[in-house]
């Protein structure tokens, strides 16, 4: 991740099995205040190893699901980002 503009601290919260292989249920990750979603999702796998499950992962900003990878997010610091798993059960 390119990030020659300015960053931000986001805190990321990882749910199931994001939390298994990230091995932490939350973390702070600085970011650009402007990226889009792909290269997000790039980087987070990238960085917490989840890559096994990198297609079906689920992206949140501040409670708001990402619908459309190629969408450019605006971050402020503190701000929210949760990984979740597509979960299964009944």
Known sequence: ???DGPVVNVHVLFFAKSRELANTP?????VPTEITATELL??????FGL???????IL???E???DNLS???????GDELAIIPPLSGG
Do not use: G, P
Not at 26 to 30: A, C, L, Q, W, Y
Not at 71 to 77: M, T, V
């Open 42 to 47: 790039d980087h987070l796998v990238s960085k």
């Open 51 to 57: 890559t096994s499950i990198r297609d079906n992962l």
């Open 64 to 66: 708001s699901y990402i």
């Open 26 to 30: 939350r973390s702070t990750v600085e």
């Open 71 to 77: 969408d450019r997010i605006l971050f402020k610091e």
């Open 1 to 3: 991740m390119n990030a």
């Open 60 to 62: 949140a900003h501040n």
